[in-house]
T-cell receptor, first 115, second 110 residues
Framework: EAGVAQSPRYKIIEKRQSVAFWCNPI?????LYWYQQILGQGPKLLIQ????????DSQLPKDRFSAERLKGVDSTLKIQPAKLEDSAVYLC?????????????FGQGTRLTVV | GDSVTQMEGPVTLSEEAFLTINCTYT??????LFWYVQYPGEGLQLLLK???ADDKGSNKGFEATYRKETTSFHLEKGSVQVSDSAVYFC?????????WGAGTKLIIKP
């Protein structure tokens, strides 16, 4: 089966610019996650969707980050305006969702460099 | 609250050595437990999992047993290879939440 697809793989922008990342989860997966992973650290959950509803966005810096999952499938994560400290890998993951949900499957990630 | 604690790294071993990476957890309810691996420059991959007490997950020579009495899920491998060099993350799922450890970097020297 096809895995989680993310694009772009790499992005370099200047601070105060905006950027968007795209994720296509595994077909049939109801739960979609966006994580931020700073070099040398574990993944930090930014937002979790169940279908097109938000389950958890408690760690999303809402003054500059936004995410949507229209129609409960694809998702986009946007940063506007970017700061230097946003340099990180942004990981998208998906899982089946619902009772008995177990592992999450990850995409390759988007490496963002803010200069 | 629910949490995962992993041994700090980096862990440096010689090829063919025995590996243990400790993971303990705190959780309400009955979590599922996971080990994920991240090779340099790549995304996270599920290495193995266990969904109930006494289950043993295994993959690629790695094993971990879900120990409810000690709230642990230690990762082991009998003989490591240079290609096992990566960062290993322990994680647990309780309900809709997926909770991560900080990761342990493993370095295997030839």
């Amino acid at each position: 089966e096809a895995g989680v697809a993310q694009s772009p793989r790499y992005k370099i922008i200047e601070k105060r610019q905006s950027v968007a990342f795209w994720c296509n989860p595994i077909s049939g997966h109801a739960t979609l996650y966006w994580y931020q992973q700073i070099l040398g650290q574990g993944p930090k959950l930014l937002i979790q969707f169940q279908n097109n509803g938000v389950v958890d966005d408690s760690q999303l810096p809402k003054d500059r980050f936004s995410a949507e999952r229209l129609k409960g499938v694809d998702s986009t994560l946007k940063i506007q305006p970017a700061k230097l400290e946003d340099s990180a890998v942004y990981l998208c993951a998906s899982s089946l969702g619902g009772v008995g949900d177990t592992e999450a499957f990850f995409g390759q990630g988007t490496r963002l460099t803010v200069v | 609250g629910d949490s995962v604690t992993q041994m700090e790294g980096p862990v440096t071993l010689s090829e063919e050595a025995f590996l243990t990476i400790n993971c303990t957890y705190t959780a309400t309810g009955y979590p599922s437990l996971f080990w994920y691996v991240q090779y340099p420059g790549e995304g996270l991959q599920l290495l193995l999992k266990a969904t109930k007490a006494d289950d043993k997950g295994s993959n690629k020579g790695f094993e971990a047993t879900y120990r409810k009495e000690t709230t642990s899920f230690h990762l082991e491998k009998g003989s490591v290879q240079v290609s096992d060099s990566a960062v290993y993350f322990c994680a647990l799922r309780v309900g809709y939440q997926l909770i991560w450890g900080a990761g342990t970097k493993l370095i295997i020297k030839p």
